[in-house]
């Protein structure tokens, strides 16, 4: 039993690239998030996924992209990546919502765009 | 809108000395708050979920506490170890219950 893992652990972009990160997890969880966390900013959800087929927008969704094609994956994309999105990026799942479950962390990707 | 404040920011503290970490929320009509610790880059792992019927949750030497009146929480750490060094976070759920909103964290040092 995996947990959470998150795919890749560091990246490196410079402005305008693009790519995926790959959020996976083993336990049979509806829900799923994504977070960046900045200093002095905290944590704060970019989007998330009440089940397969379904993403909403969180608190800065501007910039990412998200798909749930398949139950146990959550996939955040950036098409044009900018230095403001320099960020350490956590995925997360929980089996139902935030009013009764604990949500489960991944390790994080860290990403730096030049 | 749910804000979720903890302060201190930072504390230092002895080995064995017993503390208090605070939280404070805007929206009282919570349904649980949560209370999380990240070592330093790594992930959030959950140590506590107080339900809004419970007033306190304990496992080992943790003891939240929630009171929803006052629009607080505390984490009580007993006799603390070097090992509990971490940034502590908390965490309630957004009025849709769909994400939970997190304070900035605590950082706690505990010197041996």
């Known amino acids: 039993n995996a947990g959470v893992t998150q795919t890749p652990k560091f990246r490196v972009l410079k402005t305008g690239q693009s790519m995926t990160l790959l959020c996976a997890q083993d336990?049979?969880?509806?829900?799923m998030y994504w977070y960046r966390q900045d200093p002095g900013m905290g944590l704060r959800l970019i989007h998330y996924?009440?089940?397969?087929?379904?993403?909403a927008k969180g608190e800065v969704p501007d910039g990412y992209n998200v798909s749930r094609l398949k139950k146990q994956n959550f996939l955040l994309g950036l098409e044009s990546a900018a230095p403001s999105q320099t960020s350490v990026y956590f995925c997360?799942?929980?089996?139902?919502?935030?009013?009764?479950?604990?949500?489960?962390f991944g390790p994080g990707t860290r990403l730096t765009v030049l | 809108k749910q804000e979720v404040t903890q302060i201190p920011a930072a504390l230092s503290v002895p080995e064995g000395e017993n503390l208090v970490l605070n939280c404070s929320f805007t929206?009282?009509?919570?349904?649980?708050l949560q209370w999380f610790r990240q070592d330093p880059g790594k992930g959030l792992t959950s140590l506590l979920l107080?339900?809004?019927?419970?007033r306190e949750q304990t496992s080992g030497r943790l003891n939240a506490s929630l009171d929803k009146s006052s629009g607080r929480s505390t984490l009580y750490i007993a006799a603390s170890q070097p090992g509990d060094s971490a940034t502590y976070l908390c965490?309630?759920?957004?009025?849709?219950?769909?994400?939970?909103?997190f304070g900035k964290g605590t950082t706690l040092s505990v010197s041996s």
């Open positions: 997360a799942s929980s089996y139902r919502d935030s009013y009764t479950d604990t949500q489960y």
């Open positions: 336990m049979n969880h509806e829900y």
């Open positions: 996924s009440v089940g397969e087929g379904t993403t």
């Open positions: 929206d009282s009509a919570i349904y649980n």
């Open positions: 107080i339900q809004s019927s419970q």
């Open positions: 965490a309630a759920p957004n009025q849709a219950g769909t994400a939970l909103i």
